[in-house]
């Protein structure tokens, strides 16, 4: 499953680091942050399937 992609987390990254701290990012940061998505989603769908719901909402994350 491809959700997250490199280019986008380096942009984040350069957002989010106002001191500049960090220079670049690691490949396998994508590999590690699309394993946690992946997660947090399958217990959102256990949520939402647990309150009877085909609907995936915020709350469930």
């Known amino acids: ?3 997250i992609v490199k280019s986008n987390i380096r942009k984040a990254v350069k ?11 690691a ?3 994508e590999t590690a ?7 947090i ?6 949520r939402a ?3 009877g719901r085909r609907t995936l ?3 469930d994350l």
């Open 1 to 3: 499953m491809a959700l």
């Open 15 to 25: 957002e989010l680091d106002k001191e500049n701290a960090v220079s670049s990012v």
């Open 27 to 29: 490949d396998e940061v």
């Open 33 to 39: 942050l699309e394993r946690k998505v992946e997660e």
């Open 41 to 46: 989603l399958v217990e959102a769908i256990k």
């Open 49 to 51: 399937k647990a309150n």
């Open 57 to 59: 909402q915020a709350r």
